[in-house]
């Protein structure tokens, strides 16, 4: 008893053969050689910088491989409820530092390619950023996956392997945003490993019929059929052998190429389907916050929970259980609306091909399921047209049609000729034409439903799904603060501080990384001298590294005396870059009738901008082109460019910002209350010893809740005063002039031609003068008086240092760790399957 049985052949022969972890330099020097001779096909002689990180890239794998195959070889043997987290995006950026470091390899791998001939700093920056996706949503994901690792929990993650990410942002001298593709797979991915025995056939159009076997069961016939091919990337724990799996997948067509078209001599026919099975995975939607009507959209989403939930289900049925217990096994997290239709395609597998009965299969759903909400704007609220999904879908749309029509009934017993009722709860938005509402379908889908912080989840709790809270009870509808890795967001992007922090807490850098609250030990050494000195000069290089890399990538020269303050994120109304440029304006005009007495005592700031709009956003567009204008007056005027410079830094990603983060002393965050659900970069800057300008919003609110209200700037309306402003603006609006006349001057230069001669601004200065849905009126002053007071903090430099020192020590709560445990925990119920 005990000892297992070797599966095949000769035991001793395949251990000999069994490849272990590299460990030493030599190690290293050998398996890097090795690639650049037998992957590569290259020498000492033409190997380039690129060629470099390639072998070094493939080496790293080998060894990720490694612990990839024993976690998943544990899984096996242990089998434990294993959790998966769907999401169209995952916005990972760049690997190889990252994988060093959670393979503890980083100083080794600098030696042995130093004794190569190449520097580290070289290599890592060939790689190209994996960018499937547009912000938030995306990051959060990749932390989540980080954090899943790191803390050894049996969690996969599932997506889709688009060709061309998000797009490249190009800025015309215009101040044009123009986009171009991001062919991000051109020079090969070494992260990945292309499973071509994992395949799965995906039906779309065709018709639902009943079975001819007397059953009188549903079947989805006809139609096209696309193969779903799996490609897996490791995705390694800091600390820890574990090594998840995030599957992505790519779309081929079933039949490849006709044949028999090409023979009859219609080259274009022979190639026809394989495009059109092709374009399903060819590109990320480059939306933010915007649904977009469009069938391919819609055919992404089967496409890729279909093949999922297929993946998903062979691997339980391996275990031959009944299918009841699927959710003892099973817990699958779907991350926004995006992959809702899991929800009836899981009914249909189970129904349909499994013959169980309607009961039966809603309570597996309903125990498998959990569904996260990340936004309450209306305009994000995803929608599909019943008439697009009836034909795409058919069999599926029935089944939604049959959950709404067992919900509704449940809804009329408990209120009865509640009409109004039943019409706001329903699955089917009626109008021209109707609509399937997904976040309902979603939240009676699923076992429990959160959002992404407090004030957001009581917003959703409270608007978008009261009629379900009242409904079903408040015990489904909670609360997970989004986090954020520390791996990342500290210490591979802030190295130098990171390493003054493990020398401080004087605990190994494993220890705190992975229990950010042990950060609180910093507090008491915001009152030493030496200490602050310390932490200031590395802000300060981190300046000179952003100066640095500004100087190469744009041939422009930033000055590092002064304030950085900071704004990175997607271009939307919402998120009111506008207020910022405004303010921008504002502080220029200011500047512009100061004496030079006055000039002496201002504070030199320096103003970054950076982010990306939805190619088809003009408003957004407009805010880009508006920003880069004024840049090019401030910093060309010699009367204001010691004291203030503007730089909108074009084609944001992830590596930009982990080169802005560290160097900023005050970032902003300024949304109107209630509409950023959480926000994730200010935990990033909050991290690394940014203070935060911003509204009482998302996070923010429970950032100064942690790091204390002293230490943050906040401004503008409360949540609750938005409705009220709103209906105002239409009912009884004050002219601009009278009710903020600052800021009826800064929109009446503009529109002077201050920043170019022509009225193209008019449609953004108008959504202010005339509606002003984001409220900019109603906020400018009380933001210009935040500003104000950034300004006076910042004159006293220490007491500027002890807050940014204490506001690093107080982020603790913000580790994405902390956040995945949460879900773990208190959804999924799994638990870390470490292994020796
Ligand atoms: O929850 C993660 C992020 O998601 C968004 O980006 C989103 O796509 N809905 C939100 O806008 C962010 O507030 C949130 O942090």
Sequence with gaps: AGKEQWPRGEEEVWRAGIRGLDKTVDDITKSVVNHVQTSLARQAYNIDDLGAYQAAALSVRDNLLVNWNETQLNYTKKNPKRAY???????????????????????????????????????????????????????LAACYLDSGSSTELPLWGYGLRYKYGIFQQLISPEGNQLEAPDPWLDNQNPWELPRLDVTYEIRFYGRSERSHDG???????????????????MIPGYGTKTTNNLRLWESRSKRGFDLNSFNAGNYEGAVESSNSADAITSVLYPNDHTSFGKELRLKQQYFWTAASLADIMRRFKNQNKPLA???DFVAIQLNDTHPTLAIPELMRILIDEEDLTWDQAWTIVTNTFFY???????????????????????????????INLFFLQAVEKKYPGDRERLARMSLIEEGQPKQVRMAHLAAIG????????????????????????????????????????????????????SALITKTLAVDKNVWLKDLKLLKGLIPHAEDADFRKAWAAIKQRNKERLAAHVQSTLGLTVRTDAMFDVQIKRIHEYKRQTLNILGVIHRYLTLKVMTPEEKAKVNPRVVFFAGKAAPA????????????NVAKVINGDPDTKDYLQLY?????????????IPASDISQHIST???????????????????LLGTVDGANIEIAEEVGESNVFFFGHLTPAVEDLRYQHLYHPVPIEEKCPALANVLNQISSGLFGNDDIYEPLLNTIRQNDYYLLSDDFDSYIAALAMVDEAYQDKEEWIKKSINTTANMGKFSSDRAILEYAESFWNIEPTPFK
């Design 325 to 327: 217990q699927f959710p």
């Design 617 to 628: 956003y003009y408003i957004a567009k407009l805010t880009i082109r508006l920003i880069v």
């Design 85 to 139: 987290y769907l999401s169209l995006e995952f916005l990972m950026g760049r690997t190889l530092d990252n994988a060093l470091l959670n393979l503890g390899l980083k100083d080794e791998y600098k030696d042995g390619v130093q004794k190569l001939g190449f520097s580290i700093e070289d290599i890592l920056d060939k790689e190209r950023d994996a960018a499937l996706g547009n912000g938030g949503l995306g990051r």
């Design 372 to 402: 996260t909400n990340h936004t309450v704007l209306p305009e994000a609220l995803e929608k599909w047209p019943v008439p697009l999904l009836e034909h795409v879908l058919p069999r599926h749309l029935q089944i939604i049609y049959d």
């Design 648 to 660: 909108f830094l074009p084609d944001y990603s992830v590596s930009l910002a982990e080169v802005l």
């Design 215 to 233: 059953s009188g069961r549903a079947v989805w016939a006809g139609g096209q059929e696309v193969v779903a091919v799996a490609y897996d990337v």
């Design 673 to 691: 209350a209630g509409t950023e659900a959480s926000g994730t970069s200010n935990m990033k800057f909050c991290l690394n010893g940014g203070l």
């Design 446 to 497: 699923s076992r429990k439903v959160n959002g992404v912080a407090e004030l957001h989840s009581d917003l959703v709790r409270t608007t978008i799904l009261k009629d379900f809270v009242e409904f079903e009870g408040l015990s489904k509808y909670s609360n997970v603060t989004n986090g954020i890795t520390p791996r990342r967001w500290l210490d591979q992007c802030n190295p130098e501080l």
